[in-house]
């Protein structure tokens, strides 16, 4: 199965989460990630700009009808629903607040699933509401690959918990088994 | 619960051909969403079903058109982008003694009244003729009343002033019965009318045109389209706006114009693209 995309939900403790993720992951890593994080206290943070130094791989906003690259790191901009479309380019809306977020991590879930599906591998991590937990579902019953963050490992376990409450994803685990993971799914990819 | 591809064309299709409203080219995936609460609204899991209902109750299509737009709107939203917009933007009007402004997808108003506000301020409503358009006929018939919920205006206060707004905020409305009803004369210049983006013709020319988080509910085609349908409305060194995350860059039309300011989507029509214009309006592929 070759993994095309890596959708990433997480809220409170992401930014931490997210860096140290990256970090672990190896610098020829191929496959496009797209984070979808909420950002409670500040709604127009860039995070393209606060991760970009911080990360050996490109990072963008997701910024609407952008085509998706490999080897690319995004972002959600605050504000918005982030979805992504057949063609594999960005697209946006401003549809009403999902679990209170927008962007939600269902919305783009749910987006992904539904363009990528046995294509995708989604990963849920540290997190203090269920936004996210039916998203990871649908990736499942689209053939794609779940992964949790262990609500142990997680600074916030809503979230991860609210996953394993819903469904049994196909891998339960630290960040750092998560990144392991990751790269055996790259290493197994066919990724253009 | 996943749309069905086959029964979604045959929707839109229904829907284009009785009711002239053509959601054919809109983005797949946040409409997608909105076909699914459509769905749940009323109460089927067959988009071919509630068409064939559609179809016999035509009346019905007045509830289902607000579901397949998305209406969110703020005022001021994006402050800086009306900060910029005196900055670059103003001192142009300025030159004029008469001018004309789109505002297209102004849903329930809030842009308008915001663009009114920093005009009256500049001392150049007087001079101003705006048309405000959009699909949805029941947002119109709001953003003309120019009444909004009490509160609303506390993001209207906080956007006000990061705008670059210089009197206060309240000078402009009355509060009563928990409604905030905004000063009538703020309205008087704005034309309000149904104007479609996928179907409709050029019908002004424009020296500003705002189109603020319309384009994203639209496939790179429709983009496309209404891109020449800007071009075409735009008097010599018109300026566009659009929303702060869409962009031109994805689209031919954008060697037509230069970029004012990159982050904010201000841009403006070349001075050279007076060809492209006619070729355009007589349905010449530039
Ligand atoms: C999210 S609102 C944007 C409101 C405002 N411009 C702003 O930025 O706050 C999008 C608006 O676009 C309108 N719209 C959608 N499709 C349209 C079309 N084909 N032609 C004209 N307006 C359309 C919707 O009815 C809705 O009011």
Same mark, same amino acid.
């Given at each position: ?192 | ?25 809109? +983005?797949?995936? *946040? ?5 699914? $609460? /459509? ?7 067959? @988009? #071919? !079903? ?53 505002? +297209?997808?102004? *849903? ?5 009244? $915001? /663009? ?7 001392? @150049? #409503? !007087? ?160």
């Amino acid at each position: 199965m070759s993994i095309r995309l890596i959708a990433i939900g997480t809220s409170a403790g992401g930014v931490t989460a997210i860096q140290r993720l990256m970090a672990l992951l190896p610098k020829d890593f191929r496959i496009p990630l797209v984070v979808v994080q909420h950002l409670p206290s500040n709604p127009g943070i860039n995070l393209s700009l606060v991760f970009g130094s911080a990360m050996h791989f490109p990072v963008f906003e997701a910024v609407d009808k952008l085509a998706i690259e490999a080897g690319t790191v995004y972002f959600a901009p605050p504000g918005y629903h982030l979805l992504v479309e057949k063609d594999q380019t960005f697209s946006l809306s401003q549809d009403e607040p999902v679990h209170f977020s927008r962007p939600s991590i269902d919305v783009f879930f749910e987006a992904a699933a539904n363009a990528y599906g046995t294509h995708l591998c989604g990963v849920l991590l540290t997190g203090a509401n269920a936004d996210g937990a039916e998203g990871l579902r649908l990736i499942a019953q689209q053939g794609g690959v779940t992964l949790v963050q262990d609500p142990l490992d997680a600074e916030v376990n809503a979230m991860p918990r609210a996953a394993l409450a819903l469904f049994q994803p196909h891998f339960v685990g630290s960040l750092t088994q998560i990144a392991h993971k990751l790269t055996e799914l790259a290493r197994g990819s066919d990724v253009c | 619960m996943s749309i069905d591809p086959i029964e979604r064309h045959l929707f839109l299709e229904g829907i284009f051909l009785r009711f002239g409203h053509d959601f054919r080219l809109y +983005a797949e995936a *946040s409409l997608n969403r909105r076909l699914n $609460s /459509l769905l749940t609204r009323f109460q089927t899991d067959s @988009l #071919l !079903k509630l068409l064939q209902r559609i179809l016999e109750t035509p009346a019905l299509f007045r509830d289902v058109l607000p579901f397949l737009t998305i209406n969110t709107s703020e005022f001021f939203r994006d402050p800086t982008f009306f900060r910029a917009l005196r900055e670059n933007v103003v001192p142009v009007l300025k030159t004029y003694s008469k001018f004309t402004i789109w505002v +297209a997808g102004c *849903s329930t108003g809030e842009e308008v009244l $915001s /663009l009114a506000i920093l005009l009256k301020e500049e001392n @150049l #409503l !007087k001079r101003a003729i705006i048309h405000a358009t959009d699909i949805n006929a029941q947002a119109i018939k709001r953003a003309s009343e120019g009444i909004y919920e009490l509160s609303t205006m506390q993001t209207y206060n906080r956007n006000y002033t990061s705008a670059g707004g210089t009197k206060n905020p309240s000078d402009y409305y009355t509060a009563e019965y928990g409604l905030a009803r905004f000063d009538p004369a703020l309205l008087e210049n704005v034309v309000f009318s149904e104007h479609n983006l996928a179907t409709d013709a050029a019908f002004v020319e424009a020296h500003l045109i705002l189109c603020r988080n319309v384009l994203i509910y639209f496939n790179r085609d429709l983009q496309d389209r209404v891109f020449d349908l800007f071009t075409s409305s735009l008097a010599y060194k018109g300026f566009l706006g659009i929303g702060s995350k869409e962009s031109m860059r994805f689209s031919p039309s954008a060697t037509h114009y230069e970029t004012i300011d990159q982050d904010l989507k201000i841009y403006a029509l070349r001075s050279d693209s007076a060809t492209v214009r006619n070729q355009i309006n007589r349905g010449v592929q530039p």
